[in-house]
């Protein structure tokens, strides 16, 4: 049975194992924890037979504006409706929070990221050049809540 739920810190292993193995950039692992310190809410996983299989932070900027900062699921488990699922998680928590607009950065490369978000009402704003540690660029997509 798949479960959303918020992140609990013994977590933190299998998270950061999934993040280097489904994301480009490399995090350093004390920034994890950053995050479910800071806004705990944000920090959501997906668990199928107690395993990891997805994971989305997002965080709160300010009283109106959110962020998501990353969003992965387990290459094994993907077009299984997971990402929705922990994307509509984040939705529940931006609308008890009040938050009036999320926004994201995606590499311009990323067709299949870019599909999930504008499948769900994000919309492509901007182009950030070299917005990545590999020198490649970034679309700033948001959404209106
Ligand atoms: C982006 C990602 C999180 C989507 O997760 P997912 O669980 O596979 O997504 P879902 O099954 O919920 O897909 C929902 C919709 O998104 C779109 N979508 C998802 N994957 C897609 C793909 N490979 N190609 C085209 N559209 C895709 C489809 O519209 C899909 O709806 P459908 O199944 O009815 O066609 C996943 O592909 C992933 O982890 N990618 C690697 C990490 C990454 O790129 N993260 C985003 C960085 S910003």
């Known amino acids: ?3 959303i739920r918020q992140f609990q810190p ?3 292993f299998s998270v950061i194992k999934l ?3 489904t994301l480009t950039e490399r995090y350093n692992p004390s920034i994890f924890n950053y995050f479910y310190e800071t806004f705990s809410k944000g920090f959501i996983v997906a668990e199928k037979a107690h395993k990891i299989i997805g994971f989305l932070i997002g965080v709160k900027i300010n ?9 992965a699921v387990s ?4 077009k299984q409706s997971i990402g929705t699922g922990l994307l509509n998680q984040f939705l529940k928590v931006t609308s008890i929070e009040n938050l009036k607009r999320i926004s994201l950065e995606v590499r311009t490369k990323n067709k299949s990221a870019i599909k999930f978000y504008q499948k769900y009402g994000f919309k ?3 182009k950030q050049k070299e917005f990545y540690q590999s020198g490649e660029d970034a679309y700033t997509m948001t ?3």
Do not use: V
């Open 1 to 3: 049975m798949l479960k």
């Open 10 to 12: 013994t977590d933190m």
């Open 19 to 21: 993040a280097s193995e």
């Open 63 to 71: 009283s109106e504006k959110a962020k998501i900062l990353m969003l």
């Open 75 to 78: 290459e094994l488990y993907r």
């Open 124 to 126: 492509i704003e901007e």
């Open 143 to 145: 959404k209106d809540l």
